[in-house]
């Protein structure tokens, strides 16, 4: 549904200057509203800044029936929104704005800059243009009656509003502004919550102290990784708790949710490109003298950080047997003890339920209160589905908070 201006403009409460935030807030103000962010961080967007540090990773370009099964069970309900704001129109806006937008050999979609800040930049200007009025330093700390109530650095208030968009993220980078303070205070109005867990983050391992000196920080690269998620290739990074990066994020709801049922192992393949026979045979051939890692990098073709990984996480037995050895490289569990902590996580599932809010996201024992973004119960991988559903869901509300306020069809 496309909103369009008209003649009953509302006032509208903002609650969050994320993403999902701003997108509530352009909408809205290109109707006609009068808009007000309210934001509890000194500026806005930090998330968004924070992530273009990477070369903010907009959107996908794979095909929409494709990028929709990266949902998982929330599809359903988010497939309508996504719809609405799919790959291509995120693309189109971020042009609108002055962005220019290229795909990566991965489908991934970047900014030609490669940077958050320009379009960061642009998006508030058009918001000041569309008479959005940004506060920050006002901290939302929950309802008084029918009114919202405020908090500042020298004053508390309460304010009414025709309606209200809450677009306060999850509960992972608290210095960012997602502390999820705001969960006791919707409980309050029995609104059902889902417990926050870690979505697309590291997890610890138990590495010997040798082997973290040695290798912590490391990448370990093209490799291929299995778990209850399937399986993909792609690089992680050793930690000094354990691993890190795209590839363990890849697999980190699988495992997240694995090791809540007991013990669980991320497979690797160390060497993808090289069948169990063919390695078998080429570690047959290595001299019986040589050391361990010579072995592994003249019949394997492993480096040193493969090597330690193989060492570290296979037994005698294993090593010098060239049939269990090559095993052991084409299966090499790293058995995992939990998830890093939440404030670590990229992302969080867990949030409000589903069943709290209508198929147009306004809550159900809140009538006029709308929510968005990361608050959600909803989680995807990382490759820039998570921004296209924050904004895909904060104009999604922005136009059911429009319906609502002006009593029109949706």
Avoid at 132 to 149: K, M, N, Q
Avoid at 168 to 196: N, T, Y
Wanted: with cysteine; aromatic share 8%; net charge neutral.
């Amino acid at each position: 549904m496309a909103v369009e201006s008209n003649d009953m403009n509302k006032r509208i409460a903002i609650i969050g200057g994320g993403p999902a935030g701003l997108m509530a807030a352009e909408t809205l103000s290109a109707a006609g509203h009068a808009v007000t962010v309210f934001e509890a961080m000194p500026t806005v967007g930090r998330k968004l800044l924070m992530a273009g540090k990477s070369g903010l990773n907009l959107t996908h370009a794979e095909p929409m029936d494709e990028f929709m099964t990266r949902f998982g069970a929330a599809r359903l309900r988010l497939e309508p929104a996504l719809r609405d704001f799919d790959n291509a129109a995120m693309r189109k806006w971020a042009g609108g704005l002055g962005t220019e937008t290229f795909v990566g050999s991965s489908g991934r979609v970047f900014p030609v800059a490669m940077k958050a800040s320009p379009l960061l930049r642009a998006w508030l200007k058009r918001l000041e243009a569309q008479n959005v009025t940004i506060l920050t330093r006002h901290r939302w700390i929950g309802f008084e009656g029918d009114a919202l109530r405020f908090e500042t650095t020298d004053r508390r208030y309460s304010e009414r509003f025709d309606a209200t968009i809450l677009a306060l993220g999850g509960a992972s980078w608290k210095r960012l502004g997602s502390d999820a303070a705001w969960v006791p205070w919707l409980e309050a109005e029995g609104v059902g919550i889902v417990p926050f867990r870690p979505a697309n983050c590291g997890f610890d391992v138990g590495w010997s102290t040798h082997f973290i000196e040695r290798f912590a920080g490391a990448p370990v690269k093209s490799v291929a990784a299995k778990s209850g998620a399937g399986t993909s290739r792609g690089e992680f990074v050793i930690s000094q708790h354990g691993i890190e990066g795209s590839l363990a994020y890849a697999h980190s709801a699988a495992l997240r949710d694995a090791l809540e049922e007991g013990p669980a192992s991320l497979l690797l393949d160390l060497s993808p490109e090289r069948s169990f026979e063919r390695l078998e045979r080429d570690l047959l051939r290595q001299p019986a003298k040589a050391s361990f890692s010579n072995r592994l990098r003249k019949g394997a073709g492993l480096d040193a950080v493969k090597s330690a990984l193989a060492r570290e996480l296979t037994d005698d037995v294993q090593r010098s047997n060239a049939s269990e050895l090559a095993r052991a490289i084409k299966a090499l569990p790293i058995p995992l003890l939990r998830p890093r902590p939440i404030d670590e996580a990229i992302s969080v599932a867990g949030g409000v339920t589903w069943e709290a809010i209508t198929e147009h996201f306004m809550l159900k024992n809140a009538p006029g209160v709308f929510v968005a973004g990361e608050m959600i119960d909803w989680e995807a991988p990382t490759g820039g589905y998570l921004l296209n559903a924050c904004l895909a869901t904060g104009r999604a509300a922005a136009q059911a908070a429009h319906a609502y306020v002006t009593q029109a069809a949706i």
